[in-house]
């Protein structure tokens, strides 16, 4: 099984402790986390953009657990609530404005009280390219009816968890 993101070890344990137990895996990418929290007994849907990836995701020789692939624009439609998201190693890839709006369908689709765990590069330099602080992603997140209740930082990320006000 592939490694996981650096802090969603931490993460998942708090996730459970706080009820969830719908999760959302926003750019699921090779589908490491979405992995490791079926594993932990949550149901996960996973988002990526990539088709070979969703076929990846769907018929992988040797895998017993079936992951449900989702296209990016169906969750802005998306029907219910989650109780939790998580992206990993997506937000310092888009700008501003995409990373604006993301956030605010995150707060659409989560239930109250539900949590966002974002994990991102983190920024350290003026030379890092593509990297964020965690000043960048409170500014994201705190005007739109989150809270932060902690951060984690990786050798090279950084990641925080959310809660919906």
Known sequence: MPQVANNIVKVAPLMAKMGCS?????????????????????????????PVIE???????????IISVISPAVIETW?????????????????????????????????????????????????????MTLTALDRLFLNRGFFRLADFRGCYSIGALYRRI
């Open 22 to 50: 719908r999760i959302l895996d926003f750019g699921a990418g090779t589908f490491r986390n979405t992995r490791y929290l079926q594993g932990l007994g949550f149901s996960v849907i996973a988002v990526e953009k990539t």
């Open 79 to 131: 029907p219910g609530t989650f109780d939790a998201v998580v992206c990993t190693f997506v937000m310092n890839l888009l700008d501003n404005a995409t990373n604006s709006r993301l956030v605010s369908i995150f707060q659409d689709i989560l239930k109250r009280d539900g949590l966002v765990f974002v994990e991102v590069k983190e920024m350290r330099t003026a030379r890092t390219s593509n990297g």
């Open 55 to 65: 076929k990846f995701a769907r018929f992988k020789p040797g895998e017993n657990q």
